[in-house]
């Protein structure tokens, strides 16, 4: 059955989720950064200019602050937010990926297990967002849950999972991208369960 719920509903869901998990998922998240992180860093200008989306436990946020990026950390949960904060020492803005609205003003884009619950007919222009905000030339790399549409998790929480040919359709359809590149890999998330992750990589 194809799954209909009302994209605004299934976000409060999972919203709702990470308000009443906040603190055992930045627990969950209190471990080395993401293994990809470096390798993303490395691509970068000298303190570049990076913008955050779903920071979560501000993990990944701590190490790239660490190797001296300028850091716009932000996530959509208020309560992950607010524990980001504490950790980093400094603010997190609340953004929701249709509040993004800027013009060239990052050097990459980071977003690692986030992007996977925009709603699946709001994605493309999620992208077209990301596209925008940053520079010529700015690096781009995302994760997501592979899987054949859009539903729940065991714990509630609304995922687009999308195929890979399907990915890559919403980053063909939102811009002009000067490349893009997707990898598949086989891990787990908070959940512990087996899980395939695809990994995405374009330049603007």
Known sequence: MAFVEDPLVADDKTLAFYAAHAADYVH?????????????????????????????????AA?????????????????LAAEAEKRL???????RFDQLDVQADYDAVWANASLLH?????????????????????LFTASFKAG???????????????????????????????????ETVNGSGY????TQWLWVTARR
């Open 28 to 60: 969950h998240g209190a471990d080395q950064p993401n293994l990809r992180l470096q390798g993303f860093l490395d691509k970068l200008p000298v303190a570049a200019r990076i913008l955050e989306l779903g920071s979560g436990s501000g993990r990944d």
């Open 63 to 79: 190490a790239m602050l660490a190797r001296g990026f300028d850091v716009q950390a932000t996530d959509a949960s208020p309560e």
């Open 89 to 95: 020492g400094r603010p997190v803005a609340i953004l």
């Open 118 to 138: 925009a709603p699946a007919a709001e994605l493309s222009a999620d992208l077209r967002r990301i596209h925008a905000a940053l520079r010529p030339g700015g």
């Open 148 to 182: 054949t549409g859009e539903g729940r998790d065991s714990l509630g929480r609304y995922y687009n999972y999308p195929a890979p040919k399907t990915l890559l359709a919403h980053y063909a359809a939102a811009a002009a991208w000067s490349s893009v590149e997707l």
């Open 191 to 194: 959940d512990r369960l087996p």
